[in-house]
């Protein structure tokens, strides 16, 4: 499969501290990588500066990330905006800080497609079809944020990356602030997207065990740096580095824990 992203020598400074410092990744298109790593490794922040946002934050970056064959360190943030939305999208923790709570979604919707060029017609359209791809009636267009589940909220905002035509999805922990069904659900669908359309991953979560179930390919960050990355079912069952392996067992520690409160 051709590759979508290829990150190279790339650092993320806050200062004279360098967060970030990622030899090589890459993602091909129609493949789920998961980025693990505990809290403070700089997934976080590896997954920004993809979608050139980590600038904003006050880093400088370092280093290369071609997407489609276009660099994106050092581009101009116009074309980082033209990027954002119709090549590359962030599905963020929680959707609902990324709409706007005075509209429906379906008008959020439509004007970003409006400004991304879309004739009122075509925007239309457009928005439809990715409600389909995401499983959700065009009905629930007409509803503002907060009539919408989490879950369902969660859907609108792939719908709104797929109808702008992003071939990248950056997920940045985007079930962790869901139950565990609806949680399932989203991976689900994410796989389903990835075979259907061939849109690419970038699943940023701590959670080995949703890792496990969703991804392709799995790279391990550790205090900003790549500790090992590898097809996930052989990561997971053969891990090379020592690091990976306390991951698994704190993981597996943490499962067992929790089936003894189920069952108190
Ligand atoms: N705006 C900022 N200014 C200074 N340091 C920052 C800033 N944002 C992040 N950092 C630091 O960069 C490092 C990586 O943070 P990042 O949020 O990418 O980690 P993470 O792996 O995503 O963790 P988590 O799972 O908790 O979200 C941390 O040490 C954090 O303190």
Redesign the pocket.
């Known amino acids: 499969m051709a590759v979508l992203l290829s990150v190279r020598d790339l650092t993320v400074s806050?200062g004279t501290?360098a967060?970030?410092d990622l030899a090589r990744l890459d993602l091909a298109e129609g493949e789920i990588l998961g980025l693990a790593?505990?809290?403070?490794?700089?997934?976080?922040?590896?997954g920004l500066t993809v979608l050139g946002l980590s600038e904003y934050?006050?880093?400088r970056v370092t280093g290369s990330v071609v997407l489609a064959g276009e660099e994106l360190v050092g581009a101009r943030r116009r074309r980082l905006q033209q990027l954002r939305g119709s090549t590359m999208a962030l599905i963020p923790q929680s959707p609902a800080g990324a709409f706007n709570p005075v509209l429906t979604v379906g008008t959020t919707m439509l004007r970003a497609l409006r400004l991304h060029g879309d004739s009122r017609g075509r925007a239309r359209q457009r928005a439809a079809e990715a409600m389909a791809k995401v499983r959700l009636e065009t009905a629930h267009l007409r509803r503002y944020p907060h009539q919408l589940s989490g879950g369902q909220l969660q859907r609108v905002a792939i719908a709104l990356a797929l109808a702008l035509g992003a071939r990248l999805l950056v997920a940045d922990?985007p079930t962790s602030a869901l139950d565990v069904t609806v949680q399932a659900e989203i991976c689900a669908l994410l796989g389903a997207l990835r075979d259907s359309e061939g849109v690419a991953v970038l699943f940023?979560s701590?959670d080995l065990a949703v890792l496990g179930a969703l991804c392709d390919r799995i790279a391990v960050?550790r205090a900003?740096r790549l500790v090992e990355q590898g097809p996930a079912p052989e990561l997971l069952t053969a891990p090379r580095a020592d690091y990976t392996r306390e991951l698994l067992a704190a993981a597996l520690r943490l499962g067992s824990g929790e089936e003894e409160a189920d069952g108190a």
């Open positions: 806050f501290r967060v970030v790593g505990e809290s403070g490794a700089g997934k976080s922040l590896t934050a006050g880093a922990e940023i701590h960050m900003g």
